[in-house]
């Protein structure tokens, strides 16, 4: 398997304008997360899907923010319109549904987002 | 609510052993998990424990006590690959991981 696939892998933008990343999770796997990592916060989960369906996205910092999964082997997270304090490494992870044993969580390589 | 305190860096010699510690609290608890991060890289999975005791693997060690809320991971025999940030995550009753600010591990030749 490939892995999770995450593109594109380095963003510049301009404050205001609208960013798109996508991810690709491993095939099989029932999870699909969001994370967004800076210096100052660390690896913070922004929203994350079971099946398809968002679960939780009280991560999402603000209104700005928004996910989709429309099938199992595609997701993307929206960030319209930008700002500098959205620069970060976001990283999308996938993940077998926990059965009582454990369950890891395969990232990403993540997509650098800088916004100026 | 979930609090993970762990150091933010540590130095350590090549060949040596060193041992990273994460202490937490939670109301809900299923598993520690031990993540490593290397510098510009995703995290990637090193180890997981929901029972008391010691899991080893290799040259890494992983231990857990839930009475006290305390984890920590042992690495042996260092190597400078080794440097790199490990991140301790908690899950939560919802299945969900609550990561840690991670310890940034520096190896020394």
């Not at chain 1, 939780?56 to 700005?64: H, L």
């Not at chain 2, 839930?66 to 690495?75: E, P, Q, T």
């Not at chain 2, 400078?80 to 991981?97: G, H, R």
Request: aromatic share 12%.
């Amino acid at each position: 398997d490939a892995g999770v696939i995450q593109s594109p892998r380095h963003e510049v933008t301009e404050m205001g304008q609208e960013v798109t990343l996508r991810c690709k999770p491993i095939s099989g796997h029932d999870y699909l997360f969001w994370y967004r990592q800076t210096m100052m916060r660390g690896l913070e989960l922004l929203i994350y899907f079971n099946n398809n369906v968002p679960i939780d996205d009280s991560g999402m910092p603000e209104d700005r923010f928004s996910a989709k999964m429309p099938n199992a082997s595609f997701s993307t997270l929206k960030i319209q319109p930008s700002e500098p304090r959205d620069s970060a490494v976001y990283f999308c992870a996938s993940s077998l549904a926990p059965s009582g044993a454990f369950y890891e969580q395969y990232f990403g390589p993540g997509t650098r987002l800088t916004v100026t | 609510g979930q609090n993970i305190d762990q150091p933010t860096e540590m130095t350590a010699t090549e060949g040596a052993i060193v041992q990273i510690n994460c202490t937490y609290q939670t109301s809900g608890f299923n598993g520690l998990f031990w993540y490593q991060q290397h510098a510009g890289e995703a995290p990637t999975f090193l180890s997981y424990n929901v029972l008391d005791g010691l899991e080893e693997k290799g040259r890494f060690s992983s231990f857990l006590s839930r009475s006290k809320g305390y984890s920590y991971l042992l690495l042996k025999e260092l190597q400078m690959k080794d440097s790199a940030s490990y991140l301790c995550a908690l899950m939560d009753s919802n299945y969900q991981l609550i990561w840690g600010a991670g310890t940034k591990l520096i190896i020394k030749p």
